[in-house]
Structure formats: structure tokens, C-alpha cells
């Protein structure tokens, strides 16, 4: 009898044991971990501390750079890779893995590169880390109001520094807009402007309910187009119709913006084109338009474009060059923030 007695004693104790045991390797694991809250409301268990970052969308990964995480970047996107002024900025992102096949993410690839965490804007992308047993965070958006919280996602998902980095980012975007806002007569006439998407195709147009919508309101016009949507197709009727009195063309130069309306018989005639009021949009280390973190810049240079005469003490080259010096750690020179506001490639 008491034999079995010492045995259930000892059976007792390595049971309380194991308890303990695996009581502290749950609490082991929960101190190793914290949990985020993504754009599309997703909780999302990332580890306590990144180290390497796989950012599948391209305009998130100049959010990183403004947050100085530049450093963990383990993938990203051949996008990012030839964006010239992102290059200039940061050169060694031409070394960083791009785990795609075309627009296809190859998880093998992705898994080779040991991340931490992927940030994506695709909730395809997001499904197939999360299969693969990595933590994915959503950081896409749609207007200000989501430009401000992917940015403090981004940061919380980094940690160290950059929380503090975005609060001051969000801040100064804030900033920026109430000096628009401030700088702006009061019943104004709103002009009509029309934001082309690229000189490719100048039907591919921006609507309402987008962030491009959203700075051109912001900086005291009104969008030519009232169809709602982003990179919507539009007839070159629509356009003659709308007459717009500016034009900003994406992903090209001033120079080149105008001669590709002039060019074109059904826009010549135009109000815009006519004035020579058509401007490239400014392209930084990503197009200034939209998802892009540089849209702090944007709303000051849209409103000096639309009122030249409220905005005459507005120096955008200087503003241009003290955010990549305060952000990015880059000293741009006067003649690179002009080209950058032209909508120009570096010089070779």
C-alpha cells in the first residue's frame, strides 16, 4: 500500500510539474509575441521584436524608408526596385530579393529570405504568407485618414523608433493641410481640374471618392470628373466637356505632360492645355499622387500650382529638400528637388 501511495505522489508531482511547465512556455511564447491591428481590422500576432521584413507593396516600402526600417527590408517588389529616385535615395534596395514570377508571389521564394513579417496591400498575398507561417499585416488605403493610420501601423510593426518617426510625420501632414487650408480665399471659384493617371493613356482618369479627389479639394479645386472611382476609363468627350482648368498628369514630366495634350487633337483645344496650366505630377521616391507618403508634399504643391498668388511665399524646392533631409537623411540638392517637382528622373 505504500508503495502505491509513493507512486501517486510521484505521479501527482510530475503531473504539477508538466502543468508548470507548459504554464511557462505559453507565457514564454505570449512575451515573445504582441498583436497588431491591420487596415482591414485583422488582428494580426506578429513577433515582439522585427528584424526582417518582406513589404509585397511597393509604395509601403517608402514608408519604411521614411521610418528609417529601410535596413530590415528582405523582400520587396521589382517596382520599388526601379523607381529612380527610391535607388538614388537608398541604392541598396537593388539588392533586395524580389519573390514574384511576374505579378505571382512565389512563396518558396519568400520563405527563403526567413521574414518575420510581411506588410502587403493585397489580401491574396496576406492568405498566402499567412499559410506559409508568416504573420501578415494589411497596410492598404484609401484616403488621409488611411495614409496617417498605414503609417502608424507600419511603425508599430517595425518598433524602436518608428512610432516616434510617424507621430511626427502625422503631425507635419497635418500641418501641411491647415496651412492650405489657412492660405486659402474664402469663396473662391473651386477650379476644375482632371488628374490623368499617365501619358499612356490620357482616358485613364481619377474620380471622386479617392485620395486624389481628396488633394485636389484639399487644395482649393474641384475634381473635373464627378464619376466616382480610382483609374476609371472615361471618353475623350467627358473630357472636352468637363474643360478642365488644370491638367496633372502621373508618372511623367511637366514638359512631356503638355506636349502629349497639345498633341493630341481632341484635347488641344482644351482650357488647360491651352494656358499651358498642365503639370507633370511630382515623383519622388514614389509618385507624389497617391498611396505615397511624400502626399505631405503634395497638397502643399497642388495648392501653389492652383493659387500661385495665395501661395508666393511657399519655397516647395526647400520643402522638397528639408523632408528628405528630416525623413530620409538625404541631402537633396536644389536642382534634384526641382526635378523631382517637374516630374523628372534623376540626371544621369
Known amino acids: ?190 477650379q476644375k481640374v482632371l488628374h490623368i493617371v499617365n501619358p499612356t493613356d490620357l482616358l485613364k482618369v481619377d474620380g471622386t471618392g479617392t485620395i486624389v479627389n481628396e488633394w485636389i479639394k484639399l487644395s482649393g479645386g474641384q475634381n473635373a470628373i464627378k464619376t466616382k472611382g480610382n483609374m476609371i476609363q472615361v471618353t475623350a468627350e467627358q473630357i472636352v466637356k468637363a474643360n478642365p482648368d488644370v491638367i496633372i498628369v502621373g508618372s511623367t514630366s511637366s514638359k512631356e505632360a503638355l506636349a502629349a495634350l497639345r498633341k493630341d487633337s481632341r484635347f488641344a483645344d482644351l482650357k488647360a492645355v491651352k494656358a499651358g496650366r498642365v503639370y507633370g505630377n511630382p515623383q519622388g521616391t514614389f509618385p507624389w499622387d497617391r498611396y505615397s507618403a511624400e502626399e505631405s508634399l503634395q497638397v502643399l504643391w497642388a495648392a501653389k500650382k492652383l493659387n500661385p498668388s495665395q501661395f508666393k511665399q511657399l519655397n516647395m524646392t526647400k520643402k522638397t529638400q528639408q523632408f528628405y533631409q528630416q525623413y530620409y537623411n538625404y541631402d537633396l540638392s536644389k536642382a534634384d528637388a526641382n526635378r523631382i517637382l517637374a516630374g523628372e528622373k534623376p540626371a544621369k
Open 1 to 190: 500500500m505504500l508503495r502505491f501511495k509513493k507512486i501517486g505522489l510521484i505521479a501527482s508531482l510530475l503531473g504539477a510539474f508538466m502543468l508548470f511547465s507548459g504554464t511557462t512556455t505559453t507565457a514564454s511564447q505570449a512575451a515573445a509575441t504582441r498583436q497588431v491591428t491591420d487596415l482591414t481590422g485583422k488582428k494580426v500576432t506578429i513577433p515582439k521584436k522585427i528584424n526582417r521584413v518582406a513589404d509585397l507593396w511597393h509604395a509601403n516600402n517608402q514608408v519604411v524608408l521614411l521610418l528609417g526600417g529601410q535596413h530590415k527590408l528582405v523582400a520587396t517588389t521589382d517596382t520599388i526596385k526601379q523607381m529612380p529616385w527610391f535607388v538614388k535615395v537608398y541604392p541598396q534596395i537593388s539588392k533586395v530579393t524580389s519573390p514574384f514570377s511576374g505579378d505571382d508571389l512565389q512563396t518558396e521564394e519568400l520563405l527563403k529570405v526567413k521574414p518575420d513579417v510581411v506588410l502587403t496591400s493585397d489580401p491574396k498575398q496576406a492568405e498566402a504568407a499567412t499559410k506559409a507561417g508568416i504573420p501578415s499585416v494589411n497596410v492598404m488605403y484609401q484616403n488621409f485618414a488611411g495614409l496617417k493610420k498605414s503609417v502608424k501601423t507600419t511603425a508599430t510593426v517595425l518598433g524602436g523608433s518608428a512610432p516616434k518617426v510617424a507621430n511626427t510625420y502625422v503631425k507635419q501632414l497635418d500641418s501641411n493641410i491647415s496651412y492650405v487650408k489657412k492660405h486659402q480665399k474664402k469663396n473662391a471659384t473651386k
